[in-house]
Structure formats: structure tokens, C-alpha cells
């Protein structure tokens, strides 16, 4: 009969999570964010800090932020590692719920344990519970559902055992990872139960690779002998996959260019031969070209959202056939894809064995040279303008960038400049979350990627808005001695809706500040800000004087803001395509019946198949 031991639920949970290895051999679960309340922080919190010296317990200044950052950390391994979040009931657990749909999206992931309310009910209701009258078993935790992929609720100590090894295989499993929530009722974390020792030992959780279906792999390879302007639209599952050399060889073999979506960005150094570089709505003319020209696209570890797609109006081809080549059968199947389920690494070996002998007849010959042609004159150093704009911003910190630098951001104007301006040089150096577009991922997760890579050199780009939703890991990380480097441009305002709102028609209105009630009286000091929550700060007034202070970075033993006003009308106007955002059909401004003209016009594009 198996030895037991008595433990907490708590401290069973603890230590389970603690053995278990990814296939390198390493903990998988590198450690737990957590900020304490009455419905952790007896019991979670009592076992974490027996576990401290070996297991580290690492202290947030907000859930969903500090979740941010342990994503982040899993995105930038390449989903080899991940990071547990805890958090106590109510207003706590329900601020990780955009955390938990950011890695439900992105395919990211991280151990989500919010408590919960009394398995018994006899304090009820308790402290922060939210009561359904018509569901006794409802709380506010059952927000996890739909953007979790495994949830459960612990009412019971030995529901550990069922429970654990089902999270785990969902996180470390290509196919079906993403966030799992161990909702843990806060009396149950307290009961002990004789858990078997076995269930401690160490385990080491492989991530397999899933090889083609011999039938689908055929289908795939004969089409591709068909084509004659095949192209290749890699996303962040090549990365995932580590399938980056499997993908160079692949598109040298047979002659087939790459294109990047935000998630692939950096799949191929920026000046490979066969890197047409960014694809679709911030995409460039060479990606985009060739693409509306193309009559197989092969999609590999992609989910063909709308902005690498152009709302479906980019594949312009009448005769143009799409294959997916994907790890999740459910993104294999999308738009009447001929599928290839399988892993990148594997599913590209194999696919090229089968396309033995073949070379695509297509030429891209000129379209990058043209492309940079246009573009590079718009990040150079500014000659005049009164304020700087976001693509010359890019331009002083590629400038200043080595090819340890990871770039990163989430949301508003600079993910749209950056993935058609930014000139990555290896794997992991662009580390973009364009799948949920957050606002406030980027501190905490510029955080998360320097836990993850300590020897790499991150720089986070952030708007004044992003800045404001959620800024308060910046303490964290000064607290902790975690380095990087935060570059605010402060345009006054959410820069980039404003301009989608005036692309389609309508008045400037409420997104800068200047157009909004009381916005001329704000008037943020953001370096003092920063520096408030122990960041090394600088407000710089010139192009010039920012790469005086990127210059500088490498001295920071903490976080360093550098600040700078920039102009939030100019945007990369070269490249981009279509993107469906509904005009209004009935409006008296001339200007939004025009939009919608071109509107119905550029619907006509859009393909349902």
C-alpha cells in the first residue's frame, strides 16, 4: 500500500506543483505571483511560504498585471515554462479574468488559483461573494469559464488528484494549451487529507509532437506542386514549435516566400532573401503583393485572424487555395483550409520530404528593395518637425538596438508601426500580444520577458494611454532590481482609435484628450510618475536627446522610462490593407457616407471560403 502523508490542500497543491518538470528536466512552474487576501491568505498563503526557499512567491501590485507578466514570462520560452497567479475571492479573482482570455487567445499557459467561496457554506455570504438567486453553486470564479481551457472547482482535498494532472496536461499539451483555473475554496485549502507520496515524485510532462496524417500530408504536398505562386504566412506557432530553421530550410528548398504575422515576427532574420516581412492590415507591400497574387497559401502555426487576413479580402486570388499546417485541429479546419495537423517542426520535415523535387516558379524580385525604398526615410532623425512621430521613435531605438534587443509591445499605434517598420535579426527578438491586444500588458510583461531572458535586452514601447490602464508593476520591478526599458510616447490621447475614427468619417471625439470634457486641463508627468514608483526616469524633447538616453539604459539596475511627446496623427502610410470595421449606414456627416461607399466596396473583397 502506498505511504501517505497529511497535508493541506494548500500545501498538497504547493508541492505537486513544485515536482513537476518540463522535457528539459526543469520546473515547469517556475514560481507564484500572488497578492493576498482572506480568501488565500491563509491557506495558499500558509503553504507558499513553507515552500519559500525552494519555490519562490513573488508579490504583485495588481492581478490582472501581475498574470500580464507571467504570461509574458511563458511567451517568451516559448510556452516551455510557465508561472502560477493566486489571488483571493471577488474583486481579486475577477482582475485576472482579462489576464486568463489574453493567454486564452494567445495560446499561452499560466496556473490561475483565485480563491473562492466556503465549499460548506456556513459563513455565507461570505466577504466579497457574489450571490446568484436562482444558482447556489454560481460565484464570481465561474467568469473563468469560457477563457480558460481547463477550469475546476476544489471542494474537496482529494480533488487534487484528478484535478493537478488534468491542469497540467492542458498546459503543456501544443494542441490545447492555454490558461487553467484551479478555483480553490478558501475552507478547503485549510483541510488536510492523507495524500499518497507517490503523487509528490517528480514528473516530467513532454510536449509531443503530432505528426501529419499520412492522407492530409499527401493532399497538402499535391496541391503545393500545383501552385505556381505559392506563399507561406508563418505565426507564432513556428515559434512555439522552435520550427524557425525547419521553416528557413522549408522555404529554401522549394523556393517559397515567407510572410510574418504579428505572433511570427522575427520566424526569419528581416533581410532573408525569402522574408517578404509583415503581412496584412500592418502589413507591407511585399507581403501583401505577393499574397493577393498567391494561389496556395500555406499557413504554419497561424490562426489567420482578421489583421494578418484583411477581414478575409487579402487572398485575393479567385483561384487561390489555403492549406494549415497547425498543431490545434480546430485552427487546421479555418475557412475551408485543406488541413495538415500536425506540429511545425515535424509537419514542415515532412512536408518537404513529400514536395521532393519541387521549386516554385514565382519571383519576388524587387519588392523588398522598393519597400525599404519608402520606409526607411520615415524612421530616420527628424529635420524640423515641431514633435516626433512614433515611426522616427522606432528608428532611434533600432538605432540603439542589438541583437539582444527584444522588442515588445500590445496595443495601440506602435504594434501597427513596429511589425511593418521594426527589423528583427533572430528568433525572440519582437515579442508582440496582438492576439487579445491588451492595454496594459506591456509594463508587466516587459517584466515577465527580463524574468524569462535576464541576458536580453527588452524594450517595451508604451502610449500614454496603455500607460495610464495599468502601470503598477512598474514598482514591482523596482522592488525586484528588474531591468528594462520603457519607452513612453505621449501623444495625449489613444492616437490610434482616433485615427480609425476619423478614417471612417467620423468627428475627433473623445480619444484625445483635447477632444474630450477636461481633457486641457490633464497634464501627466510621466517620468515623475515613474520615477515616484522607484523607476529611473527621463523626459527627452528631441529625437537626438532620446538616443542620448537609450544610450544610458545599460546603467539601470531597475526599470528606466524614457518619456517623449510625439505627434499622434502621422502613420506609416506605405502598405496595410483593408480592415473590416463597420461605418454607420445612416449618418448626416458627409464624411461618414463617403466611408461607408468605400466600405461596401472593400466588402465585396471579403471571401467567405
Keep these: 500500500m502506498d505511504k501517505t502523508i497529511r497535508l493541506t490542500a494548500a500545501q498538497a497543491m504547493v508541492r505537486y506543483i513544485a515536482a513537476q518538470q518540463n522535457d528539459d528536466g526543469e520546473r515547469f512552474i517556475e514560481g507564484c505571483w500572488a497578492i493576498f487576501g482572506h480568501g488565500n491568505v491563509a491557506g495558499i498563503g500558509e503553504a507558499l511560504h513553507g515552500a519559500k526557499d525552494d519555490f519562490p512567491t513573488w508579490r504583485g501590485h495588481n492581478e490582472q498585471t501581475m498574470a500580464h507578466a507571467a504570461i509574458a514570462y511563458s511567451k517568451q520560452l516559448g510556452r516551455r515554462k510557465a508561472m502560477a497567479v493566486s489571488s483571493s475571492i471577488g474583486p481579486g479573482a475577477a482582475n485576472m479574468v482579462t489576464a486568463a482570455a489574453l493567454a486564452h487567445v494567445n495560446r499561452l499557459p499560466v496556473l490561475l488559483i483565485p480563491g473562492d467561496v466556503f465549499a460548506n457554506r456556513g459563513p455565507d455570504p461570505v466577504l466579497q461573494q457574489v450571490e446568484d438567486w436562482g444558482d447556489g453553486t454560481v460565484t464570481v470564479n465561474d467568469s473563468f469559464k469560457p477563457v480558460t481551457r481547463y477550469f475546476d472547482r476544489i471542494t474537496r482535498p482529494e480533488q487534487l488528484l484528478t484535478a493537478l494532472p488534468r491542469a497540467f496536461r492542458i498546459m503543456t499539451d501544443p494542441a490545447e494549451c492555454g490558461p487553467v483555473c484551479l478555483s480553490f475554496c478558501q475552507d478547503v485549502q485549510a483541510e488536510a487529507y492523507d495524500y499518497p507520496e507517490s503523487f509528490f515524485e517528480p514528473k516530467i510532462w513532454r510536449q509531443r509532437r503530432m505528426r501529419p496524417d499520412e492522407v492530409e500530408l499527401a493532399d497538402a504536398a499535391k496541391l503545393i506542386r500545383t501552385a505556381t505562386r505559392p506563399v507561406i504566412v508563418a505565426g507564432g506557432g513556428v515559434l512555439y514549435a522552435q520550427a524557425t530553421e525547419a521553416l528557413a530550410s522549408f522555404a529554401e528548398a522549394h523556393n517559397i516566400p515567407v510572410t510574418e504575422t504579428q505572433a511570427g515576427k522575427s520566424v526569419l532574420p528581416w533581410d532573408h532573401p525569402l522574408n517578404l516581412g509583415p503581412i496584412g492590415v500592418t502589413g507591407g507591400e511585399p507581403a501583401n503583393i505577393v499574397c493577393a497574387e498567391a494561389d496556395v497559401v500555406i499557413g504554419v502555426g497561424t490562426r489567420f485572424q482578421d489583421f494578418t487576413t484583411g477581414s478575409w479580402g487579402l487572398f485575393a486570388n479567385?483561384?487561390?487555395?489555403?492549406?494549415?499546417?497547425?498543431?490545434?485541429?480546430?485552427?487546421?479546419?479555418?475557412?475551408?483550409?485543406?488541413?495538415?495537423?500536425?506540429?511545425?517542426?515535424?509537419?514542415?520535415?515532412?512536408?518537404?520530404?513529400?514536395?521532393?523535387?519541387?521549386?516554385?516558379?514565382?519571383?519576388?524580385?524587387?519588392?523588398?528593395?522598393?519597400?525599404?525604398?519608402?520606409?526607411?526615410?520615415?524612421?530616420?532623425?527628424?529635420?524640423?518637425?515641431?514633435?516626433?512621430?512614433?515611426?522616427?521613435?522606432?528608428?532611434?531605438?533600432?538605432?540603439?538596438?542589438?541583437?539582444?534587443?527584444?522588442?515588445?509591445?500590445?496595443?495601440?499605434?506602435?504594434?501597427?508601426?513596429?511589425?511593418?517598420?521594426?527589423?528583427?535579426?533572430?528568433?525572440?527578438?519582437?515579442?508582440?500580444?496582438?492576439?487579445?491586444?491588451?492595454?496594459?500588458?506591456?509594463?508587466?510583461?516587459?517584466?515577465?520577458?527580463?524574468?524569462?531572458?535576464?541576458?536580453?535586452?527588452?524594450?517595451?514601447?508604451?502610449?500614454?494611454?496603455?500607460?495610464?490602464?495599468?502601470?503598477?508593476?512598474?514598482?514591482?520591478?523596482?522592488?525586484?532590481?528588474?531591468?528594462?526599458?520603457?519607452v513612453v510616447t505621449d501623444n495625449r490621447g489613444y492616437g490610434c482609435i482616433n485615427r480609425l475614427q476619423m478614417g471612417t468619417g467620423s468627428a475627433e471625439f473623445n480619444n484625445l484628450l483635447d477632444h474630450s470634457i477636461g481633457g486641457e486641463n490633464s497634464n501627466i508627468d510621466f517620468a515623475k510618475h515613474a520615477e515616484a514608483m522607484g523607476a529611473v526616469s527621463v523626459k527627452v524633447s528631441s529625437i537626438a536627446e532620446l538616443e542620448e538616453a537609450l544610450a544610458k539604459r545599460a546603467q539601470a539596475k531597475g526599470p528606466y522610462v524614457i518619456v517623449i511627446d510625439t505627434d499622434p496623427y502621422p502613420s506609416t502610410e506605405p502598405g496595410g490593407t483593408w480592415w473590416d470595421v463597420g461605418v454607420p449606414e445612416v449618418s448626416e456627416r458627409a464624411e461618414v457616407n463617403a466611408a461607408r461607399a468605400q466600405y461596401e466596396t472593400n466588402k465585396k473583397t471579403q471571401r467567405a471560403d
Aim: glycine share 12%.
Design 318 to 486: 479567385p483561384e487561390r487555395k489555403l492549406i494549415s499546417l497547425n498543431v490545434a485541429a480546430y485552427d487546421a479546419m479555418k475557412h475551408g483550409a485543406v488541413p495538415l495537423n500536425s506540429d511545425a517542426l515535424v509537419g514542415l520535415g515532412e512536408l518537404g520530404e513529400a514536395l521532393n523535387g519541387y521549386t516554385s516558379p514565382g519571383k519576388i524580385d524587387g519588392l523588398k528593395p522598393d519597400w525599404f525604398g519608402k520606409v526607411d526615410p520615415l524612421t530616420d532623425a527628424p529635420e524640423g518637425n515641431a514633435l516626433a512621430t512614433d515611426m522616427q521613435v522606432i528608428g532611434a531605438v533600432q538605432r540603439a538596438s542589438t541583437e539582444e534587443t527584444v522588442v515588445m509591445c500590445a496595443a495601440g499605434t506602435m504594434p501597427g508601426e513596429l511589425h511593418k517598420l521594426w527589423k528583427a535579426s533572430k528568433p525572440g527578438g519582437y515579442h508582440m500580444e496582438y492576439g487579445f491586444s491588451c492595454m496594459g500588458y506591456e509594463i508587466a510583461g516587459a517584466m515577465g520577458i527580463k524574468m524569462a531572458q535576464p541576458e536580453r535586452d527588452v524594450i517595451c514601447f508604451t502610449g500614454d494611454g496603455t500607460y495610464m490602464m495599468a502601470n503598477s508593476e512598474m514598482a514591482t520591478a523596482a522592488m525586484m532590481g528588474i531591468p528594462f526599458t520603457v
